[in-house]
Nanobody, 115 residues
Framework: QVQLVESGGGLVQSGGSLRLSCAASGRIFSINVMGWYRQAPGKERELVAG???????NYVDSVKGRFTISRDNAKNTVYLQMNSLKPEDTAVYYC?????????WGQGTQVTVSS
């Protein structure tokens, strides 16, 4: 089992910044890829950014140049630095961890960007 605990969401004005954190515990050695997804009201959940155990990153086009995903293996934590936030970034953000056996999800953290 893997447990994921997110923090760092909140309300910010357009153009502002937030940093999300996701702390993993449990069978962390089994995690291959960690990522951040988001789900806005009435929309499907989408991948925002992912990072592999060896540091390879990928981003959805809409956040490239604004968001940065990073991973601190010593702290078993993955971060999402979000800059130049836009109202369309408003969503519940979920941390995700992929293992060979299954995928794990955090409880979600709300990010609201006001215009």
């Amino acid at each position: 089992q893997v447990q994921l605990v997110e923090s760092g969401g909140g309300l910010v004005q357009s153009g502002g910044s937030l940093r999300l954190s996701c702390a993993a515990s449990g069978r962390i050695f089994s995690i291959n890829v960690m990522g951040w997804y988001r789900q806005a009201p009435g929309k499907e959940r989408e991948l925002v950014a992912g990072i592999t155990s060896d540091g390879r990153r990928n981003y959805v086009d809409s956040v490239k140049g604004r968001f940065t995903i990073s991973r601190d293996n010593a702290k078993n934590t993955v971060y999402l630095q979000m800059n130049s936030l836009k109202p369309e970034d408003t969503a519940v953000y979920y941390c995700n961890a992929d293992t060979v056996a299954r995928t794990y999800w955090g409880q979600g953290t709300q990010v609201t960007v006001s215009s």
